[in-house]
C-alpha cells in the first residue's frame, strides 16, 4: 500500500519554543492532507485540513496562529506548533489522500506513523 | 450529526476466546464509509477493513470478521481466537461523501491475556 512518513517520530522542545513536523507522501500525489492530535488514551480529533497550493481549513477550536500549516508541493505538508506550551504535548497524526485512488465519491487515505510532542 | 460510538472501552479477554467489538454510528448521508484501525502501542494506525454504505456483505479475514447492519447503524468487529499480538486499541470511523475527513469513535482498548 501507499507510505506516508512523518518526521521527526519523537520532538522534545522547550516551552515556548516552536517546532515543525514534517507529513510526506512517499509513493504518491497528495492535494489533501490532514492533521490529527491525539492526547493520551484519546481519540483522534481531526485539527486542520491541508490543501496543496491553498489556506488549511481549521476545525472549530483550532487555534491556527499557533498550529500553522503549509501544504507547499504534493507531497509534503508541514505542521508548526508555535510558541509551544506544555499543553501541546500530544500526539500528531497525518493522513494523505491519495486523488487517483478512488471511485469518485471515496479516495484512499494513508496515515503517517505520527510524531509525539512533548514540551516541557 | 455525523457520530461514531463505541461504548466498550476496555475489553480483557483470555487468550484463544472470541470478542466482539461494538460500533455504532450516526449519519445522514447515504453514500458513507466505515473503517476499522487498529492502533498498537506504537501509536502507528493499522488500516484494517473498509467498508461502503452499499455494500452490506459481512467480510472475513482470517480470525477478523466484521459485521455491517446498517438497519441498527452498526459495524461490529469480531476477532476469534483472540491472541496477545492482538492487544491494542481499536478504532471506528467514519466518512461520508463529499468530505473526506475521518470521524473517530472513542476507541476500545483490548487486552489478551496469556
Known amino acids: 500500500g501507499a507510505v506516508v512518513s512523518q518526521h521527526p517520530s519523537r520532538v522534545i522542545c522547550k516551552s515556548g519554543t516552536s517546532v515543525k513536523i514534517e507529513c510526506r507522501s512517499l509513493?504518491?500525489?497528495?492535494?489533501?492532507m490532514f492533521w490529527y492530535r491525539q492526547f493520551p488514551k484519546q481519540s483522534l480529533m481531526l485539527m486542520a485540513t491541508?490543501?496543496?497550493?491553498?489556506?488549511?481549513?481549521?476545525e472549530q477550536g483550532v487555534e491556527k496562529d499557533k498550529f500553522l500549516i503549509n501544504h507547499a508541493s504534493l507531497t509534503l505538508s508541514t505542521l508548526t506548533v508555535t510558541s509551544a506550551h506544555p499543553e501541546d504535548s500530544s500526539f500528531y497524526i497525518c493522513?494523505?489522500?491519495?486523488?487517483?485512488?478512488?471511485?469518485?465519491?471515496?479516495?484512499?487515505?494513508?496515515f503517517g506513523p505520527g510524531t509525539r510532542l512533548t514540551v516541557t | 450529526a455525523q457520530k461514531v460510538t463505541q461504548a466498550q472501552t476496555e475489553i480483557s479477554v483470555v487468550e484463544k476466546e472470541d470478542v466482539t467489538l461494538d460500533c455504532v454510528y450516526e449519519?445522514?448521508?447515504?453514500?458513507?464509509?466505515l473503517f476499522w484501525y487498529k492502533q498498537p502501542p506504537s501509536g502507528e494506525l493499522v488500516f484494517l477493513i473498509r467498508?461502503?454504505?452499499?455494500?452490506?456483505q459481512n467480510e472475513i479475514s482470517g480470525r477478523y470478521s466484521w459485521n455491517f447492519q446498517k438497519s441498527t447503524s452498526s459495524f461490529n468487529f469480531t476477532i476469534t481466537a483472540s491472541q496477545v499480538v492482538d492487544s491494542a486499541v481499536y478504532f471506528c470511523?467514519?466518512?461520508?461523501?463529499?468530505?473526506?475527513?475521518?470521524?473517530f469513535g472513542t476507541g476500545t482498548r483490548l487486552k489478551v491475556l496469556a
Open positions: 493522513s494523505a489522500r491519495d486523488r487517483m485512488r478512488g471511485d469518485g465519491r471515496f479516495y484512499e487515505q494513508y
Open positions: 509513493d504518491f500525489q497528495a492535494t489533501t
Open positions: 470511523a467514519l466518512t461520508y461523501s463529499g468530505t473526506y475527513k475521518y470521524i
Open positions: 491541508s490543501n496543496e497550493g491553498s489556506k488549511a481549513t481549521y
Open positions: 449519519t445522514r448521508d447515504t453514500t458513507y464509509y
Open positions: 467498508r461502503n454504505s452499499f455494500d452490506e
